[in-house]
């Protein structure tokens, strides 16, 4: 879909900040010589790219001196899920970092937020992509909490970022270019339940850049290769469009990329934001360039509703198609050309290779080499392979004529962008000037000022009677002017001395370094905070650790909560009755929802009505309709901040589902704050966090027990069906049909996977969360959740069973018809990293 812009919607608004990636100070320098206006980067904890080389607080304080000095921005991020244990390391960095006076902070975690707003209200706040905002009401919702800025999702179409910048104050930023997460972000599980990485906490093992084959219900292979794998986002050809819907910001992907990459990518953005605004920039970074740096295929993306945004071929960068392998002539069969082998390449018209780049071979570009030697077919030696050439290099694989050749490194244009983007960004020097005073039978002083502070420093020693030369000016300026080891520049030196004295060029050196040692001693305690408004963790112990709530006793049974994904029936409702179930969650949206709520409080259970996880602003309209509507129920489970926006001026109660990641004791303090009364602990919390938490939050604490969980949901159809009016010209909506499936990775495991009626693809664990007697110790929760999503009438009598009743008998053994086969308890004993 291609927007028509009319040039005068784009002069109307503002340049968009550009944002560039920096995981090292290289980075940094790269992003300033690059043009970016601003940069966002991590410390070596609590930000969402953990494997990345990230900075120290030398660094930190350093880039932050020299980003403001060049006019560029910083936005720090902490923008991962914090631990209880975690607080105190964190508040010497928001001490630090207040010091710095940084431009913003990129936040996820609800309890961070809270902190920050209590304690740290001098920050200004954006949301990062892993606070999950969806459509205008979530927008709203952190305007009114004091956000300076919100990032609107990389599945949000730039028509639905126009309506929201003309309906809300605060500012809006969206991603540009780089790489695209498959689902939601801050709603994927995968890494977590498989390997403990979570994404959440920055330690993401990217199990979307895997191999997967899609197999249909009736178990035929629908697709395999890289399934989850999205192509890069790419927008330079959209800026016009871009620009006249108003955006704030533009953020360029890539805190784990080279400098080089942050460079070009920068630049090319640069050059092409002010081409939009009527500059005549010298064009330096080309399509071709910005292919060749990284690209896995580019994508517009959702944001111009595009529906190939899968790339099933390539998981890594795939470089630029230059040729394809030919096969050697069988006279040069025997030719020695070195150690290895040899490949016969046909290049482009276009293509040139050079020594040192980087090859890989076919689509899926699991095999390269690195260009060692170029040689004609009959052996003579090369300097550079030109288009139309046929071509041998050295190779130690065997690849097969016709195979397409991609350059994924190109040495000769990562050189010239390490030269541009390494320049030298310096700081300037400050001036310091000193005034001594040498005078007969008196002490020696020295007097050091720079950016209005002085200071002084009064030797133990008088100056001397000459032996033969005595003391001249020359010689104390030369050597009061050594300060090539320090941070300044020199200024004046004024010198009130008698004659005929002397004092040795040591003891002029030691003047020198005392005072000069005092006055930046002073400088950087001018700048920084003084230790009376320092926080500390002692403010925070009785929120993190005070007001237990009143426990329940030894004897005390939890209250039976069970959800339901699709609608439930009569005959289901009517069976639980006698169960002990004291609760029932159903979908809000789901057909029948008001004669199925009714029919619940007839049979004296409690309703919760559920909103959608995902809700853009379609489904906010929906959800303010049937919230408004006669329906039976007892209260809301939300999924997200837009149902909170929404219904948290209502006296209904509100439950937190677990997509707002309740991970510590002030997220729960911050959910309250917001009206919440209720909250669904973190999956990815282990048993002493789940412990510490529920018993010392005001609000009730549901813990999730039985059941099948997801792990993504995404806006990227997996199913390849055909005539999916994804795939049909002139359409834009999300395919209705649904589906189901199984995807199995590597290793032999398979994911359920389904497609609902809105379009969104859903993968859900293959083995069922199945938490046993260890979580009668969680004498903090007041509901334990059963989830079903198709288990047999008969299967989850005995489920809920088992948790009403059997789960208290001493000898805790599964009753006839439960097993632990195909069941994992999750986090709750390894927790996350």
């Given amino acids: 879909m291609r927007l028509k812009i009319k040039k005068q919607e784009v002069r109307m608004n503002k340049k968009p900040e550009l944002l560039a990636p920096a995981g090292t100070m290289d980075a940094i320098i790269a992003a300033v010589n690059g043009g970016a206006d601003a940069v966002y980067f991590g410390g070596k904890a609590f930000n969402a790219r953990r494997n990345a080389e990230n900075m120290t607080e030398d660094e930190i304080r350093t880039a932050v001196a020299l980003c403001h000095y060049r006019g560029v921005k910083v936005y720090v991020t902490l923008n991962i899920l914090i631990k ?35 304690y740290f209200p001098e920050f200004k706040l954006q949301t990062s992509t892993q606070a999950s905002v969806y459509g205008l009401e979530g927008v709203l919702f952190f305007q009114e909490q004091g956000f300076s800025r919100v990032v609107l999702p ?9 309506e929201i910048k003309k309906k809300a104050q605060i500012e809006l930023k969206i991603f540009c270019h780089g790489a695209l997460c498959y689902a939601y972000s801050g709603q994927c599980l995968m890494s977590s339940m498989i390997g403990g990485r979570s994404g959440n906490r920055g330690l993401c093992a990217q199990p979307c850049r895997k191999t997967y084959q899609l197999f249909d219900e009736q178990d035929r292979l629908i697709n395999e290769g890289y399934l989850l794998s999205p192509k890069d986002l790419k927008t330079l050809e959209e800026m016009e469009a871009i620009v006249a819907a108003g955006v704030d910001a533009l953020k360029i992907e890539g805190r784990m990329k080279t400098p080089e990459y942050v460079y070009g990518i920068t630049r090319a953005y640069r050059e092409r934001i002010n081409e939009v605004f009527g500059e005549k920039p010298e064009k330096t970074i080309n399509d071709q ?36 392998v030919m096969a050697m002539p069988k006279s040069q069969n025997s030719r020695n050309y070195g150690a290895y082998p040899h490949l016969a390449l046909s290049l482009n018209q276009d293509a040139e290779l050079s020594l040192g780049d980087g090859l890989s071979f076919g689509e899926d570009g699991k095999i390269g080499t690195k260009v060692d030697g170029i040689f004609t077919l009959d052996g003579s030696r090369l300097e550079k392979g030109h288009g139309g050439e046929t071509i041998a290099i050295p190779c130690r694989y065997g690849v097969s004529p016709g195979t397409l050749l991609y350059k994924n490194f190109d040495k000769g244009l990562m050189d010239q962008l390490h030269q541009w983007g390494s320049v030298p960004v310096n700081l300037p020097e400050a001036v310091v000037d000193f005034k001594l005073t040498i005078k007969a039978e008196l002490p020696v002083k020295i007097v050091a000022a720079s950016q209005g502070i002085e200071v002084s420093y009064t030797a133990d020693f008088e100056p001397e009677i000459p032996l033969r030369k005595p003391l001249d000016e020359a010689l104390i300026s030369e050597q009061i002017s050594r300060l090539g080891a320090t941070d300044f520049a020199l200024g004046t030196i004024v010198i009130d001395m008698d004659t005929n004295l002397f004092l040795s060029r040591s003891q002029l050196n030691l003047l020198r370094k005392e005072v000069i040692g005092k006055l930046a001693a002073k400088i950087t305690a001018a700048s920084e905070t003084s230790a009376d408004d320092l926080i500390t963790i002692v403010p925070l112990e009785k929120e993190l650790h005070g007001n237990q709530k009143s426990l329940d006793n030894e004897t005390g049974r939890k209250r039976i909560s069970l959800e339901f994904r699709e609608m439930p029936s009569r005959e289901w409702l009517s069976q639980l009755t006698n169960l002990g179930v004291a609760e029932v969650v159903m979908p809000l949206l789901g057909e029948g929802a008001t004669e199925m709520a009714a029919f619940s409080k007839e049979c004296g259970l409690n309703v919760l009505l559920k909103t959608p996880k995902i809700m853009d602003d379609a489904g906010s309209q929906k959800v303010r309709r049937l919230s408004n509507q006669d329906i039976k129920h007892d209260g809301f489970l939300i999924g997200n901040y837009e149902a909170l926006q929404l219904l948290k001026n209502r006296s209904d109660y509100l439950e937190a589902d677990q997509s707002f990641n309740l991970f510590n004791t002030l997220a729960a303090r911050a959910l309250k704050e917001w009206q919440v009364k209720g909250g669904v602990l973190s999956p990815e919390l282990d048993e002493i966090q789940l412990k510490e938490i529920s018993e010392y939050s005001d609000l009730a604490m549901v813990l999730p027990v039985y059941g099948t969980q997801e792990l993504m949901v995404s806006k990227k159809c997996l199913f390849n069906c055909a005539n999916c009016p994804e795939k049909t010209k002139g359409t834009t909506g999300l395919c209705q049909m649904e589906m189901t499936g199984n995807l199995e990775d590597e290793r032999g495991g398979y994911f359920p996977v389904k497609r609902d009626n809105q379009g969104l693809i859903h993968i859900y664990n293959r083995d069922t969360l199945f938490l046993r007697e260890e979580i009668l110790d969680l004498r903090g929760v007041d509901t334990w959740r059963i989830y079903h999503r198709n288990e047999a009438l008969e299967t989850m009598k005995t489920i809920i069973n088992y948790y009403r009743r059997d789960i208290y008998e001493k000898h805790w053994g599964l009753p006839e018809g439960l097993s632990t086969a195909g069941t994992t308890r999750g986090s709750f004993k390894r927790g996350v990293k």
């Fill in 289 to 324: 360039a910005v292919m060749q740096v990284f690209n896995r295929d580019f994508t517009r993306g959702h944001l111009f509703n595009e529906a190939d945004i899968l790339n099933p071929q390539v998981g890594k960068n795939r470089g630029v198609l230059i040729g394809r």
């Fill in 154 to 162: 990389r599945e949000m179409p730039l028509t639905q970022v126009a």
């Fill in 84 to 118: 209880n244990s975690e607080f105190e390391a964190l508040i010497k960095t928001l001490n630090f970092l207040k010091n710095l006076h940084v431009d913003g902070l990129i936040v996820q975690d609800m309890g961070v937020i809270y902190l920050i707003k209590h």
